[in-house]
């Protein structure tokens, strides 16, 4: 048999003695860690996290916590976020103190902040106020806007921008009637 076949047929073998023991109850907590590992090491989470998961559910054994933070660990390399941070809060619930948890938890929590929105400009702003003066260095000019929401802004600008700013100020001026 080539080699490659061989390591798929073992492979599989040891998948399906390792979710044998588990259903049964009888994979011991080293074996599951061992196994596990193998495969999440060859990145195929969805086979530790299968036997992660039948494991917690027919074994019970209070170092069931670091199973827990390990399937978080599977779960966050495949990107499972949503997963991972239940099983890290499974491991919280089961014992407060691990640090692993809670480290894995802030640090998910970091990875997933949501960037800042945009701020919103209403189209309804209007400049309220306009001043334009000479700026200290006598080659460009200082222009201060406040608008209607009451944001202020300076800006130093050149003479020939500040004449076209001017400009398309005054053609958004609404003509009065």
């Known amino acids: 048999m080539p080699q490659n076949i061989q390591d798929d047929y073992d492979a599989a073998a040891m998948v399906q003695q390792a979710v044998s023991a588990a259903r049964q109850g009888l994979l011991s907590f080293e074996d599951l860690r061992r196994v596990a590992r193998i495969f999440v090491d060859a990145k195929n989470i969805e086979v530790a996290s299968y036997l992660y998961q039948e494991w917690l559910a027919n074994t019970k054994s209070p170092m069931a916590y670091i ?10 390399l495949a990107n499972d976020i949503a997963g991972a941070r239940a099983a890290y809060e499974a491991s919280l619930q089961m014992n407060p103190n691990s640090e692993r948890a809670r480290a ?3 640090w998910l929590s970091q990875q997933t902040r949501p960037e800042p929105a ?3 400009v209403s189209e309804k702003l209007i400049v309220s106020n306009f001043d334009v003066g000479p700026s ?16 202020a802004a300076m800006m130093v600008l050149s ?18 009637t």
Not at 159 to 176: F, R
């Open 67 to 76: 199973i827990y933070a390990d399937h978080g660990d599977a779960l966050s």
């Open 104 to 106: 894995a938890l802030a």
């Open 118 to 120: 945009a701020p919103q």
């Open 136 to 151: 200290p260095d006598g080659g460009s000019v200082s222009c201060a806007v406040t608008l209607s929401n009451g944001q």
């Open 159 to 176: 003479k020939d921008s500040t004449i076209e700013l001017v400009k398309a100020l005054l053609d958004a001026i609404p003509p009065s």
